[in-house]
């Protein structure tokens, strides 16, 4: 799964609090879709900007991932690298493309129960769900040490 990043949960909640908004959403699309989505909540792209980029690759997100060479510098590559920059793999690209990460799915309110790829609604149920799964790894995952954040104490 993810590494969970304040970046990553930030952007899956923005992406799906926009979507509930009314924001664009096309499946078909690479800048209107699920990735799309996510990488408007976490860039200064437009969705616009983001199908350029995409289409200077080949394939569905899945493949874009698959083949990214962080060498290239292609705009497509510089899209797949965001992405991995806030904490997502190939592997989590396909999913959140495809809404099909079990651990995601486990965790829906309601319990488990497949999504549909192509639905708004399913969209935002895996976005926050993925968020908050996320958030508490991350919190779980966080040793802050109070004593150190403490002044010491002048001794008289």
Known sequence: MAYPTIELIAGLRRSAAQLREGAPYAWGNHGSCN???LLQAVTDLSREEILAYAHTG????T?????????????????ISKLQEIGLTPVDIHNIEYLEDRAVLNQLPGGFRWLKRNKR????????TFADILEKKLIRNTHVDFNALLPEKELV
Do not use: H, M, S
């Open 35 to 37: 990735c799309g989505n």
């Open 58 to 61: 080949t394939g569905e997100w």
């Open 63 to 79: 493949e874009l991932a698959e083949a990214y060479c962080g060498v290239t510098d292609a705009p497509v590559d510089w899209l």
């Open 121 to 128: 609604e399913d969209v935002i149920d895996y976005f926050e």
